[in-house]
């Protein structure tokens, strides 16, 4: 080939590379694709503070890009209430757990909300911290009956958007938890 064609030639793939790559990066293409798209659905039932246990899973809907809690399915997360022995989880693996809701842990004051939303913390993979500081949602019962704060902090968030941006394949110690009374 001439040296004036092979100018052509190589302007012409210059070109068509440029113009793939500007639609490869334009805004409309670079856009993340929406949370729905990218996260792992997690089916609970609430036979017991079913309006709790909704309004726990729009909180960490909110707060975790890579998951999505969905009632019904072949629900993985259950939760029900009972009367004595605390509340507690009892973790299976990733996304699952069977939860239990003391209703004398409401009756002594502790925020039921609260205490779906930590408890569903632990079906999601974080342990307890026990730290005493209410902004923890996984610090639970130590934080008193004055804290009601049900939303998990930006480092609980952002562990569980992790754990969950591993897919199934993602292990976590499976633990037993006793809501902490102060």
């Known amino acids: 080939m001439t040296k004036k064609v092979m100018r052509l030639v190589v302007g012409a793939l210059l070109t068509t590379l440029a113009l793939v790559g500007t639609a490869l990066v334009s805004p409309a293409s670079a856009a993340p694709a929406p949370p729905s798209a990218l996260a792992r659905t997690v089916y609970y039932s609430a036979s017991g503070y079913s309006a709790e246990a909704d309004q726990a899973a729009q909180i960490w809907n909110s707060r975790v890009p890579n998951l999505r809690l969905v009632r019904g399915g072949s629900a993985t997360i259950r939760i029900y209430a009972t009367t004595g022995g605390g509340s507690r989880a009892y973790p299976c ?4 757990a069977t939860i239990y809701i003391d209703s004398r842990d409401i009756a002594a004051g502790h925020s039921a909300l609260r205490i779906v939303a ?3 913390g632990h ?3 974080l342990p ?3 730290n005493g500081i209410c902004s923890y949602l996984m610090s639970g019962g130590s934080a008193g009956t004055s804290c009601r704060n049900p939303y998990p902090n930006a480092q609980e968030a952002n562990r569980v958007n992790q ?13 037993t938890d006793v809501y902490a009374r102060s």
């Open 163 to 175: 754990l969950f941006a591993g897919g199934f394949g993602t292990s976590v110690s499976l633990t």
């Open 93 to 96: 693996g990733l996304g699952c």
């Open 123 to 125: 079906g999601l993979g």
């Open 118 to 120: 930590h408890e569903v």
């Open 128 to 130: 307890d911290t026990y």
